[in-house]
T-cell receptor
Framework: KAGVTQTPRYLIKTRGQQVTLSCSPI?????VSWYQQTPGQGLQFLFE???????NKGNFPGRFSGRQFSNSRSEMNVSTLELGDSALYLC???????????????FGQGTRLTVV | GEDVEQSLFLSVREGDSSVINCTYT??????LYWYKQEPGAGLQLLTY?????DMKQDQRLTVLLNKKDKHLSLRIADTQTGDSAIYFC???????????FGAGTRLFVKA
């Protein structure tokens, strides 16, 4: 079956702009989590959605937001982009999220965002 | 708050064993994971261990958990060049909805 699909794979934006990233989970998976990966900070949890509801949120400013649609596809939006937002954004899907669902989390290849 | 720490680099010779170490702070962690990330790819779950286990073996991989010291290790036996990647240690809180990752250990395997 198809894996987790993230689009676009690469993106270049300028400071102050906003960006929307998309994640299509594995069919049947209802939980989608988003992570930011940077060389200095490693992998940081952004938020997790389940059945169109945000269930958990990491320590990121309000410029970072997300949503999930009825088909479980999720989008992440970053407004007023800053240079420090340059990172690889990964999403992970799992059937239910939570324990033990997290043991079946599958990651997409990520969207590499560069802010100039 | 929760924190997961691991060393950033490890270099081994092909055929040797690799041991990647990780410490975590959340004593309520339920699951602890090891993920592998190859260049240009997303994260791939390698193995996981429940917090009530001491050891888990899966082919060339051995996970050791010292819950008292909050220390987790991943041993890769007979390390191959294809094992070169970044290895992430991660732990899940009791709810299991938020997974905290370490910064990743980059494993270099020399032929």
């Amino acid at each position: 079956k198809a894996g987790v699909t993230q689009t676009p794979r690469y993106l270049i934006k300028t400071r102050g702009q906003q960006v929307t990233l998309s994640c299509s989970p594995i069919s049947g998976h209802r939980s989608v989590s988003w992570y930011q990966q940077t060389p200095g900070q490693g992998l940081q949890f952004l938020f997790e959605y389940f059945s169109e509801t945000q269930r958990n949120k990491g320590n990121f400013p309000g410029r970072f937001s997300g949503r999930q649609f009825s088909n479980s596809r999720s989008e992440m939006n970053v407004s007023t982009l800053e240079l420090g937002d340059s990172a690889l954004y990964l999403c992970a899907s799992s059937p239910l999220g939570g324990v033990p669902g997290n043991t079946e989390a599958f990651f997409g290849q990520g969207t590499r965002l560069t802010v100039v | 708050g929760e924190d997961v720490e691991q060393s950033l680099f490890l270099s081994v010779r092909e055929g040797d064993s690799s041991v990647i170490n990780c410490t975590y702070t959340d004593s309520s962690s339920t699951y602890l994971y090891w993920y592998k990330q190859e260049p240009g790819a997303g994260l791939q779950l390698l193995t996981y261990i429940f917090s009530n286990m001491d050891m888990k073996q899966d082919q060339r991989l051995t996970v050791l958990l010292n819950k008292k010291d909050k220390h987790l290790s991943l041993r890769i036996a007979d390390t191959q060049t294809g094992d070169s990647a970044i290895y992430f240690c991660a732990e899940t809180d009791t709810g299991g909805f938020k997974t905290i990752f370490g910064a990743g250990t980059r494993l270099f395997v020399k032929a």
